[in-house]
């Protein structure tokens, strides 16, 4: 199990940029697979991004391709969310998950950041 908080989340203008960051605690940072996720007033959670436990692969959700960035940094325990071009309907609270390798379901999610953006 890992303990995960998030931070970084605000108010920004529409084409504006945050950096969401997602501090895990314990010393098996480095078996999981780490993901955000994001879900509207009104609207189901959903996927945004995810990175491999090594850092080897990436995935994004169409919707943020070419805005959003995953990394992760194993020296600091921390997976990082950089959003650029932010729009509106990227308003959300954004969690953080995380995925024991060779397991397919989030096991472990942060309490989420409120990101707003205004138009």
């Known amino acids: 199990q890992v303990q995960l908080v998030e931070s970084g989340g605000g108010l920004v203008q529409a084409g504006g940029s945050l950096r969401l960051s997602c501090a895990a605690s314990?010393?098996?940072?480095?078996?999981?697979?780490m993901g955000w996720f994001r879900q509207a007033p009104g609207k189901d959670r959903e996927f945004v991004a995810a990175?491999?436990?090594?850092?080897?692969?990436?995935y994004y959700t169409d919707s943020v391709k070419g805005r959003f960035t995953i990394s992760r940094d194993g020296a600091k325990n921390t997976v990082y969310l950089q959003m650029n071009s932010l729009k509106p309907e990227d308003t959300a609270v954004y969690y953080c998950a995380a995925r024991l390798g060779g397991q397919r379901s989030w096991s472990d999610w942060g309490q989420g950041t409120q990101v707003t953006v205004s138009s």
């Open positions: 314990g010393r098996t940072f480095s078996r999981y697979a």
């Open positions: 990175i491999g436990n090594s850092a080897d692969s990436t």
